[in-house]
């Protein structure tokens, strides 16, 4: 079983800066595809950001584009998310991801249980 544990989350001012950490364990990093999830209150949960398992993938949901940045240490077992130019509607909790893929696929088999981001103004 992976065994997935975000932290990083708190609040932050509208065009700041947060950096979300997953660590992993119960696998080989190096075998999961990793990625990030949010969401947001009274919507769906939405597909972030993903990296592959070697690291030299990634893809990100359009509305992060240029602001986020997804990547992974797989010597730390851990992969991170680089938030900038954060805006409003960027609040949600975030959810970390993990399959045992070479990418991640649409619903992950393993989940984190969240960090909480709050944007303010």
């Known amino acids: 079983q992976v065994h997935l544990v975000e932290s990083g989350g708190g609040l932050a001012q509208a065009g700041g800066s947060l950096r979300l950490a997953c660590a992993a364990s119960?696998?080989?990093?190096?075998?999961?595809?990793m990625g990030w999830f949010r969401q947001a209150p009274g919507k769906e949960r939405e597909f972030v950001a993903a990296?592959?398992?070697?690291?030299?993938?990634?893809y990100y949901a359009d509305f992060v584009k240029g602001r986020f940045t997804i990547s992974r240490n797989n010597a730390e077992n851990t992969v991170y998310l680089q938030m900038d130019s954060l805006k409003l509607e960027d609040t949600a909790v975030y959810y970390c991801?993990?399959?045992?893929?070479?990418?991640?696929?649409?619903?992950?088999?393993?989940w984190g249980k969240g960090t909480l981001v709050t944007v303010s103004s």
């Open positions: 119960g696998r080989t990093f190096s075998s999961l595809a």
């Open positions: 991801a993990a399959d045992e893929l070479q990418l991640l696929s649409t619903r992950p088999r393993h």
């Open positions: 990296v592959s398992r070697s690291g030299s993938l990634t």
